[in-house]
């Protein structure tokens, strides 16, 4: 099964970040875009994308992850950007700040699962993925787009983050959450 941990959003996040995704969808809909924006109850941070784990393997990763310690963070939602540059635009995304908190905790899920699976190795950037572009010649006017967007500063306080299992369908992933982990001191 596909599987990957990833903290929630806020109602409120997940309200504005919905609103701004159609304000985008309007804006961009002359590009002539192969694009998919996220389902509103699909958003969220992914900390570690686990790929496909074999059901015999998930009850150690759950186990190690269980003794990871982490207290409450807080973090705001900051400025629009794009993956993987300006020149060739294939995700739009939100980042948010301060990032150091959900480094930290994936980090920590990161080292924890050293000897359960093999590491990616890749460095974690902490953002909430709001669309995919398949196909554009346009990239140079997405990006000047994005320039122009102000974020709303929404706050967010993290208390858990949770391992999910994804499943792909033809109209898009179903997220379904596994466990939660919560955090252990204040």
Same mark, same amino acid.
């Given at each position: ?8 959003? %806020?109602? #409120?996040?997940? @309200?504005?970040?919905? @609103?701004?995704?159609?304000?985008? +969808? !309007? ?24 790929? #496909?784990?074999?059901? @015999?393997?998930?009850?150690? /990763? ?19 950007? &794009? ?7 294939? *995700? ?7 990032? +150091? ?10 080292? %924890?699962?050293?000897? *359960? ?5 890749? #460095?974690?950037? $902490?953002?909430?993925?709001? $669309? ?6 346009? %990239?140079? !006017?997405?990006?000047?787009? &994005?320039?122009? *967007?102000? *974020? ?5 306080? /993290?208390? %858990? ?12 992933? !179903? ?6 982990? #919560?955090? +252990?001191?204040?």
């Amino acid at each position: 099964m596909r599987c990957f941990f990833a903290i929630p959003l %806020s109602d #409120e996040a997940n @309200d504005y970040l919905y @609103d701004l995704m159609n304000s985008l +969808k !309007k804006e961009l809909k002359n590009y002539n875009l192969k694009i998919r924006f996220t389902p509103k109850k699909n958003l969220h941070i992914t900390l570690m994308f686990l790929g #496909e784990i074999k059901e @015999d393997k998930l009850e150690g /990763i759950k186990e190690k992850v269980r003794g990871i310690n982490f207290k409450p963070f807080k973090f705001e939602l900051s400025k629009l950007g &794009v993956f993987p540059n300006e020149d060739i635009v294939r *995700v739009l995304w939100i980042g948010i700040t301060p990032a +150091k908190d959900a480094i930290a905790l994936q980090k920590k899920i990161d080292e %924890s699962l050293l000897s *359960v699976i093999e590491n990616k190795d890749h #460095e974690f950037k $902490a953002h909430i993925t709001l $669309a995919r572009v398949k196909y554009s010649k346009q %990239s140079s !006017k997405i990006t000047l787009l &994005v320039k122009k *967007v102000n *974020v709303k500063n929404i706050k967010n306080e /993290i208390n %858990s983050f949770g391992l999910y299992r994804s499943e792909l369908h033809k109209d898009g992933s !179903k997220y379904f959450l596994l466990e939660g982990f #919560e955090a +252990k001191s204040k």
